[in-house]
């Protein structure tokens, strides 16, 4: 039983794109690729690392199945997604999430998540505001 009116009745498919599992996963592995990126011009990390890791931080490169199957040993969400791009990584594996917590992850996916959906909220009100004009000067 789905409780989430995005998930049911009400959302649309391209909101309920947005905030399905697949698309958080792949916001959690843009905010590993993107951590990297500033911790490697910050001079935290080596370049190559963070070049490695974001050019594995996808979808494309990690299947989902692969994170489940992580999910499940660890019992973990962000544990699998991180293990997961590390199996990619190679030895450069070792400065994803550094100095992250989970909860670093977690929010800052949610937040895209978000800003996706008022990307989207935001068209389809101008779209209804059009509407409703043409429908006024109707009358």
């Given at each position: 039983?789905?409780?989430?009116?995005?998930?049911?009745?009400?959302?649309?498919?391209?909101?309920?794109?947005?905030?399905?599992?697949?698309?958080?996963?792949?916001?959690?592995?843009?905010?590993?690729?993107?951590?990297?990126?500033?911790?490697?011009?910050?001079?935290?990390?080596?370049?190559?690392?963070?070049?490695?890791?974001?050019?594995?931080?996808?979808?494309?490169?990690?299947?989902?199945?692969?994170?489940?199957?992580?999910?499940?040993?660890?019992?973990?969400?962000?544990?699998?997604?991180?293990?997961?791009?590390?199996?990619?990584?190679?030895?450069?594996?070792?400065?994803?999430h550094f100095g992250a917590t989970s909860n670093d992850i977690l929010d800052t996916a949610t937040a895209l998540q978000f800003k996706e959906g008022l990307k989207l909220l935001e068209t389809q009100?101008?779209?209804?505001?059009?509407?409703?004009?043409?429908?006024?000067?109707?009358?």
């Amino acid at each position: 039983m789905k409780i989430h009116p995005i998930e049911y009745r009400y959302g649309t498919p391209q909101m309920r794109r947005i905030f399905s599992r697949e698309y958080r996963i792949a916001m959690m592995l843009k905010v590993e690729a993107t951590l990297s990126q500033v911790e490697a011009e910050l001079g935290l990390i080596p370049e190559e690392a963070a070049e490695i890791i974001s050019k594995n931080a996808s979808l494309d490169v990690i299947e989902l199945s692969r994170i489940e199957e992580l999910e499940e040993e660890t019992k973990h969400n962000v544990a699998a997604v991180v293990y997961a791009l590390e199996e990619k990584c190679g030895e450069y594996g070792r400065f994803i999430h550094f100095g992250a917590t989970s909860n670093d992850i977690l929010d800052t996916a949610t937040a895209l998540q978000f800003k996706e959906g008022l990307k989207l909220l935001e068209t389809q009100i101008r779209e209804l505001c059009t509407i409703l004009a043409e429908l006024a000067r109707g009358y």
